[in-house]
């Protein structure tokens, strides 16, 4: 069964400070990495995707992957109570198929 | 542009009925996905389309379920006899060709079997 693993949460963080997401993949051939944002009774918006090993910057948000651990993790800068929401990372597992298989995500509380 | 459109937005369904619901992905895009979402819970793959053929249909849960895309453009995804366990949010996402994995997903349809 390939799996994707997040901390349920709730992460609480102050406003201003760093957030910092996480998760653990177990399919070694898993090539494409994306952290999704839900708010409540929304649908998933994409906000990051990383492809290769290291960091990727947008904005306020930073993507880090480490294939050999099987770890991607999402820092969220200089946090902001419009942060609060679920974030769900999602992996592609490679081979014919494009389908994503998503975390159950992490509840991120931004206390203002 | 437009993003991704699904409808109905909500519908409520008596247990037993047939059910249909549709996406509208991004223009241009020429890969569409549908995905489940039960309370509190993640989602759940259900089926890939590129172009009008399915390369992965893993994800339906039965028989019951099948969807198709017509014009390299909507799709439907068709529920038969509804079961309570089939209540959840179904999504749909849209993403550009082969080998482009960015997907965006429309707002969803929330069904609901009584």
């Known amino acids: 069964q390939k799996e994707v693993e997040q901390n349920s949460g709730p992460l609480s963080v102050p406003e201003g400070a760093i957030a910092s997401l996480n998760c653990t993949y177990s399919d070694r051939g898993s090539q494409s990495f994306f952290w999704y944002r839900q708010y409540s009774g929304k649908s998933p918006e994409l906000i990051m995707s990383i492809y290769s090993n290291g960091d990727k910057e947008d904005g306020r948000f930073t993507a880090q992957l480490n294939k050999a651990s099987q770890y991607v993790s999402l820092l969220i800068r200089d946090s902001q109570p419009s942060d609060s929401a679920t974030y769900l990372c999602?992996?592609?597992?490679?081979?014919?198929?494009?389908?994503?298989?998503f975390g159950t995500g992490t509840l991120l509380a931004v206390q203002p | 542009g437009a993003g991704v459109s699904q409808s109905p937005s909500n519908k409520v369904t008596e247990k037993g009925k047939d059910v249909e619901l549709r996406c509208d992905p991004i223009?241009?895009?020429?890969?569409l996905y549908w995905y489940r979402q039960r309370l509190g819970q993640g989602l759940e793959f259900l089926i890939y389309f590129q172009g009008n053929s399915a390369p992965d249909k893993s994800g339906l849960p039965s028989d019951r379920f099948s969807a198709e895309r017509t014009g390299e453009s909507v799709s439907t995804l068709t529920i038969q006899r509804t079961q309570q366990e089939d209540s959840a949010v179904y999504l749909c996402a849209s993403s550009y060709g082969l080998g482009s994995y960015e997907q965006y997903f429309g707002p969803g349809t929330r069904l609901t079997v009584t």
């Open positions: 999602a992996v592609n597992p490679g081979g014919a198929t494009n389908k994503l298989i």
């Open positions: 223009s241009g895009h020429t890969a």
